[in-house]
């Protein structure tokens, strides 16, 4: 559905993305993760026919975005960065109007009008002028209108910005309920909402794609050791030399908490068992003992620590972390 | 109703929700009318003035001492208001990022330039028509030739199309509506004042262009009752031209 091959964009001796190929099949939702400043917008932007890329094709179901612009904007609904509403409007009229430049006239319009108002939950607003609508109205209204038409494919910057985390949860299952039928890419820097609707994850990072997978694989792929948790009631002073002397244990790092204890081994090993063993016998008091999968987020920083040195990681991590109650809440889960 | 129509009707809304036209209506207006009372006035006093010297009933004529130096005068004033008039069009999209919405939507630049031209327009030749009231009713009082005030208000019609146009390219140029009202009235007082560089060249060639391209003495043939093809040519060519460069403009803007 969608086919990117090559393509670079330059401001002037500024390189926003470069030699960026990845491609979306029909009814895949992919997602694009990065910092900000990434890249994520522009490459969005060469998409939705906004502009043109300096080099490179991009082709949107068969057609070129250069070549063929008006047939690219026909088949995506595109939600920009800020959402692209108008103060004066009402949001029926609003609705009205973009379904009116996108040709759609009388019965066909009236019906696909109250389709994607009845999706985003916007009954309640319909009437109201846009410019006197919350920040997260205006974001839903934003997203009916890239709905309106019902393309094959969407190209939704950050849909998620500006919501309350019941709201998140709902566009993220109208997101995933759109797979399927509909290939959607999304941008974000939530890490939980790539995991939670998406099957492929692009990491783009300082204008280049630096990881391209499903999920569950990148932090498989990144993961160089199994990491275990485990606390403890009355650790003595000796406890650490005790449990390094089980084999396949390859380091301990005291945890955050007094008693609690981060275990690395070697990969493919559970050595929870033994561990609880040796607690157990000498009478420490286990509190808990449990293994840390690597998130996405780990996975993320890791790449983007990678890839720009050390400043960016620090601001990667700062951008992650607040975020709110909803991504810290779904790490935790 | 097509994509071009919808844009019209969207941006005549966006004006009557705001205090734009409203104000910028009532200032026309307000100006005009004056304008007419004073030149009014003035004539009346000529005539008074005539009757006291020739004794019995003073034949004035209302064309040469009331509408002529009334549509000279409304030069100036729609130099100063239809900049207003035009000022947000293309700066207002800009800057609340709606216009990448506008350029991601299936329609043509084209279609845009035009629909967004179209409104404005409509906007302007309502409050020309309004104006029309004053010639009326001085019909009820007096006797006056229609055909010159007709071809002037087919100036003030035209002239005030060149003069939206080059808002409307002016607005395309920025983000910012002081900016682009003031471009406009930068580009409409050079392309004036050239008319008194060509005045000063005098009968020469490089004097015959600059006055051409100078609106001045386009729009005065057609105050005086002079329909002149040439003039028309004029007035259609400067509008063609200023809407070609907007739609350079707003596709150019794309590549930033």
């Known amino acids: ?333 | 109703m097509t994509p071009v129509q919808a844009i019209i009707a969207k941006e005549l809304r966006g004006y009557f929700v705001s205090p734009i036209v409203y104000v910028v209506g009532a200032v026309f207006l307000l100006i005009f009318g004056f304008l007419s009372y004073l030149y009014i006035v003035f004539a009346g006093a000529q005539a008074i003035q005539l009757m006291q010297m020739q004794g019995g009933m003073a034949q004035i004529n209302l064309n040469d001492l009331v509408f002529r130096n009334l549509f000279s005068s409304m030069r100036f004033v729609l130099l100063i208001i239809l900049p207003i008039l035009t000022m947000r069009l293309f700066a207002e999209e800009r800057k609340l990022r709606t216009f990448e919405f506008l350029m991601t939507s299936p329609i043509g630049i084209n279609e845009i330039v035009a629909g967004k031209f179209v409104s404005v327009l409509l906007i302007f030749l309502g409050l020309l028509g309004l104006t029309g009231l004053v010639p009326i009713v001085l019909m009820l009082f007096s006797d006056f030739d229609w055909n010159p005030v007709l071809s002037g208000y087919l100036g003030m019609a035209l002239l005030g199309t060149l003069f939206l146009s080059v808002g409307v390219f002016a607005s395309a140029m920025t983000e910012n509506q002081i900016v682009a009202a003031f471009v406009s009235f930068g580009i409409l007082l050079t392309i004036w004042l050239i008319s008194g560089l060509g005045g000063l060249l005098g009968d020469t060639t490089a004097g015959r262009i600059i006055s051409y391209v100078s609106f001045m003495e386009h729009y005065d043939r057609l105050v005086r009752g002079l329909i002149d093809t040439s003039d028309l040519v004029y007035f259609g060519s400067g509008l063609i031209l200023m809407l070609f460069l907007t739609h350079r403009i707003v596709e150019s803007a794309r590549w930033k």
């Open chain 1, 1 to 333: 559905m969608i086919d990117v091959q090559n393509i670079t964009k330059r401001y002037g001796h500024h390189t926003a993305i470069d030699r960026v190929t990845f491609s979306v099949a029909k009814g895949e939702v992919l997602a694009f993760l990065g910092p900000n400043g990434a890249g994520k917008t522009t490459a969005m932007r060469i998409l939705a026919c906004f502009m043109p890329a300096t080099e490179g094709t991009a082709r949107v179901a068969g057609f070129d975005c250069a070549d063929q612009p008006l047939e690219v904007k026909r088949r995506i609904g595109y939600l920009p960065e800020t959402p692209p509403v108008y103060q004066e409007l009402t949001v029926t009229e609003y609705l009205t109007f973009v379904g009116r430049l996108r040709g759609m006239v009388g019965r066909n319009l009236t019906s696909a009008l109250d389709q994607s108002i009845g999706r985003l939950e916007l009954g309640s607003v319909r009437q109201r002028l846009i410019g006197n609508l919350s920040r997260g109205y205006r974001q839903r209204v934003g997203l009916a209108q890239a709905l309106l038409h019902d393309p094959p494919v969407l190209i939704l910057d950050e849909p998620t910005v500006g919501l309350d985390p019941k709201q998140i949860i709902e566009i993220r299952e109208l997101i995933k309920s759109l797979a399927g039928s509909h290939s959607v890419i999304l941008s974000t820097h939530i890490l939980p909402e790539a995991t939670a609707v998406c099957q492929r994850v692009v990491i783009i990072s300082g204008g280049r794609i630096v990881a391209e997978d499903t999920p569950e694989q990148l932090s498989a792929r990144l993961r160089q050791s199994e990491k275990i948790s485990v606390t403890l009631k009355t650790p003595p002073a000796d406890c650490e030399t005790k449990l390094r002397a089980i084999p396949g244990i390859l380091n301990i790092f005291p945890g955050q908490t007094t008693g609690n204890f981060l275990i690395e081994c070697a990969l493919g090993r559970d050595l929870r068992d033994e561990i609880a063993r040796v607690v157990a016998s000498n009478q420490w008091g286990l509190l808990e003992l449990r293994t840390i999968s690597m998130t996405l987020e780990d996975v993320f920083l890791h790449l983007t620590r990678h890839e720009e040195g050390l400043s960016q990681p620090a601001e990667a991590m700062a951008s992650t972390t607040s975020d709110g109650t909803v991504a810290t809440q779904e790490t935790a889960s």
